[in-house]
């Protein structure tokens, strides 16, 4: 199917035009015939002699229902531009081609009617010449009279050649749908029936859709395409659904049927106006009307920069848009001509917070293509999820960073040089701290996940739990560590626990299973939080919160333990150790955790493997690092 609109001013014979090549009657209403004159959008098609069929929306010229014509016109990518012999170019045909420029329409042709009445040679001289500085670019010109029927055959070769370079521009990817209605109604018995034009993307029968603004679910319960039932239409199509899940008097005019996740819906965006040859430094008011689709809202405009090509909108109503779409900046009320086209590159921009952000903007947006890539919009936003792409209709994507989460390269480039130094300064001030909690990271380089932060943890940086630490080879060389590849914290002690560790180190070195008591401990102003960071750089063995040996001990008292008979019981292995209960129980315990040993019931353990093997504990083997208040 091709669906074309027709254009021009008011009584120039666009609907005499539709009646004559489809025998259908585009005037619905009995007020449009006894008035002669069209109100709202019609409808009618006809049949090309290949069978396709070619349907036009019928689109009234006067100049009080412009928002009628701008609702019929939006979704359409054709035009059929009528201009009357006798009444040469006229207000509305320069308004209505204003919008069809606006909306960047590309395919057309010109229709001189009424040319029984006058001489067509002006009138298409000078349409032709207004019709090329546009988006239409050089059309072909037919002259006919709907009452002689000249020139009428003429027309329907020149539309077969239209439609033949529509078809072509097939998209390479699927298009989501998003049908904007015209109009909705009920019939008795089926329920609600809305009607639109569909540009793009495929309606099948049964499909959930999500109605927009409102975004309430409906369910396709049938569809018709031209008045046939159908189980599937693709766009570019007129098409009728009878909608499930929705009352009658809800859908209307101006809101849209989307595939759900597929489309932003916003009320707040950027675009890029096209200057037109006749004013190219257009004028806005703050007030604004936008058109896109059969939809109209107010808006507010900001305008971004000085040549008013970039402008912020704030609608009234939120759109379903995509970057790239055309939407229409109309002001109503001025004098003259009063249409600009525009086209969206950011559906979600960032707050214009700071001074000079506006300006910031334009140098941003100002070399984007009028259709942005991905990059463009990550290179804006720095990190944004897959899923926000996708409905701003970025199909090609680059290779998430972590999760759904995609970054703009540079700025990644910056975050994984930013983490360490975030890491080691915050050590520096708290040298006891177990790490930089990954939130206080996250926050520090403003990141909207905490993916984003395990993402970035690589290197030198890791994430042990909530914690961030730094680890470095020379850290891990000075305590012999490297050769088994378990890396040690490079953390810097501060003088005064470091020494109390060395007295500690100390007293172990005659009697290496004689662990300090808290007494001893206290003396030495080595409280648990201490302890814990003297463990995590490698410089004591924690096997309680108030229990630390030397580093090693754990192998030594495997050793020992393996030259016992097997099993042993916790004396057993006291005694071996020449130690107390208080040390004994968190030792074997440890062992346990490490998998070094194994508990047997009845108070009884064995060695898992031999000493000589490096039983490196796992992380997890550790006790668990004191809360900050402990
Ligand atoms: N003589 C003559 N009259 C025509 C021709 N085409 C249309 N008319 C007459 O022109 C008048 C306006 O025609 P319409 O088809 O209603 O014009 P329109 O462009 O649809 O008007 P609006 O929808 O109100 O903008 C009617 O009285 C038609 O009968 C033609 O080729 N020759
Ligand atoms: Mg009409």
């Not at 396709?52 to 019929?72: I, S, T, Y």
């Not at 006749?278 to 939809?295: E, I, N, R, T, W």
Request: aromatic share 4%; hydrophobic share 45%; proline share 9%.
């Amino acid at each position: 199917m091709y669906v074309i609109a027709t254009a021009g001013h008011v009584d120039h014979g666009k609907s005499t035009l539709v009646r004559a090549l489809t025998g259908m009657e585009p005037d619905r209403w009995a007020e449009e015939r006894r008035r002669g004159m069209t109100i709202d959008l019609g409808y009618a098609w006809m049949t090309l002699p290949a069978g396709d069929k070619l349907a036009f929306v019928d689109v009234p010229g006067h100049e009080r229902f412009v928002p009628n014509m701008l609702a019929g016109l939006g979704p359409v990518p054709a035009v059929m531009f009528v201009v009357a012999a006798d009444g040469g170019w006229m207000p509305q045909s320069a308004e209505h081609l204003a919008a069809v420029d606006a909306l960047g329409v590309r395919h057309g042709l010109l229709v001189i009617t009424r040319s029984d009445l006058a001489d067509p040679a002006p009138a298409t001289r000078q349409a032709r010449a207004e019709i090329a500085r546009t988006s239409l670019g050089a059309v072909e010109a037919i002259s006919v009279s709907a009452v002689t029927g000249q020139g009428l055959d003429d027309l329907r070769a020149a539309l077969i050649r239209l439609v033949g370079t529509l078809g072509k521009a097939a998209p390479d990817r699927p298009t989501p749908v998003r049908l904007w209605i015209d109009r909705s109604f009920t019939i008795k018995g089926a329920g609600t029936v809305v009607t639109g034009t569909l540009p793009a993307g495929t309606v099948r029968n049964g499909q959930e859709l999500a109605l927009a603004p409102s975004g309430r679910t409906v369910r396709v319960r049938g569809l018709e395409a031209l008045g046939e039932p159908a189980d599937t239409v693709t766009g570019v199509a007129r098409v009728a659904l009878n909608l499930r899940g929705i009352p009658a008097d809800l859908p209307a005019r101006g809101m849209a049927l989307i595939e759900p996740g597929r489309w932003t819906l916003t009320s707040e965006l950027d675009v890029r106006v096209t200057p037109t040859a006749a004013d190219p430094h257009p004028k806005f008011p703050p007030d604004l009307l936008v058109h896109v689709g059969s939809a109209r809202t107010p808006a507010r405009v900001r305008v971004l920069g000085t040549d008013s090509l970039y402008a912020r909108l704030r609608l009234k109503d939120p759109l379903p848009l995509h970057i790239g779409d055309r939407v229409i900046l109309r002001d109503p009320g001025a004098a003259g001509l009063a249409i600009y086209g525009a086209t969206v590159l950011d559906p979600f921009p960032p707050p214009l917070a700071r001074r000079g952000a506006a300006a910031a903007a334009v140098r941003e947006l100002s070399p984007w293509p009028d259709i942005p890539t991905a990059a463009d919009l990550l290179h804006r936003h720095k990190l944004l999820r897959g899923q926000q792409l996708a409905a701003a209709g970025l199909a090609d994507r680059p290779a998430p960073v972590a999760g759904d989460w995609l970054a703009d390269p540079e700025h990644w480039t910056w975050l994984r040089a930013e983490l360490p130094r975030a890491v080691a300064a915050f050590a520096a001030k708290d040298p006891l701290a177990p790490g930089m909690p990954a939130e206080a990271a996250r926050a520090a380089l403003s990141l909207p996940s905490r993916d984003l932060v395990a993402a970035l943890a690589t290197g030198e940086v890791v994430l042990d739990g909530a914690y961030l630490r730094i680890f470095t080879k020379k850290a891990q060389e000075a305590d012999g560590t490297a050769a088994t590849g378990a890396a040690k914290p490079a953390g810097q002690l501060p003088p005064r626990i470091a020494e109390a560790v060395q007295a500690v180190l100390d007293d172990l070195a005659d009697d290496p299973f004689a662990a300090p008591d808290t007494e001893r401990l206290r003396a030495l102003g080595l409280d648990a939080r201490a302890l814990a960071a003297a463990a995590r750089v490698g410089l004591l063995l924690r096997i309680a919160d108030l229990v630390v040996l030397a580093p090693g001990a754990d192998k030594a008292a495997a050793k020992i333990l393996a030259g016992l008979e097997q099993p042993f019981t916790t004396s057993q292995a006291r005694q071996a150790l020449r130690t107390s209960r208080r040390v004994a129980i968190p030792l074997l315990e440890y062992l346990d955790r490490a998998r070094v040993t194994e508990r047997l019931p009845g108070d009884l353990r064995r060695i898992r493997r031999l000493t000589g093997q490096a039983a490196v504990p796992p992380a997890s083997a550790a006790p668990d690092e004191p809360s900050p208040t402990g």
